[in-house]
């Protein structure tokens, strides 16, 4: 069983900046589609991003589009949510995800594993 821990969320003034990241025990991460989501209060859980295996392509939702970067290490098995410029509207429980496989989905049912989510809160 593939285990993700995030890490990384916490309160930030609009307009911060926070780094999400997310460790797996999996010593084959290097085959995963890595994606990200969030689920704010009284919502369902929607897309943020998604990064393919090797890094070479990268997608995202339009909310968090030029604000929001994705990105991996393969030899630390850790991908990384950098959010810039915070609005209160990202506040939610993000995700992160893992899809055994290839292809950059923004659907959830693709991915196979998630951890158990870390809360990020902007503050107007």
């Known amino acids: 069983q593939v285990q993700l821990v995030e890490s990384g969320g916490g309160l930030v003034q609009a307009g911060g900046s926070l780094r999400l990241g997310c460790a797996t025990s999996t010593r084959t991460f290097i085959y995963y589609t890595m994606g990200w989501f969030r689920q704010a209060p009284g919502k369902g859980r929607e897309f943020v991003g998604a990064i393919s295996r090797s890094a070479g392509r990268t997608y995202y939702a339009d909310s968090v589009k030029g604000r929001f970067t994705i990105s991996r290490d393969n030899a630390k098995n850790t991908v990384y949510l950098q959010m810039n410029s915070l609005k209160p509207e990202d506040t939610a429980v993000y995700y992160c995800?893992?899809?055994?496989?290839?292809?950059?989905?923004?659907?959830?049912?693709?991915?196979?594993?998630w951890g158990q989510g870390t809360q990020v809160t902007v503050s107007s």
């Open positions: 995800a893992g899809r055994d496989g290839s292809g950059v989905y923004t659907e959830e049912g693709k991915y196979d594993y």
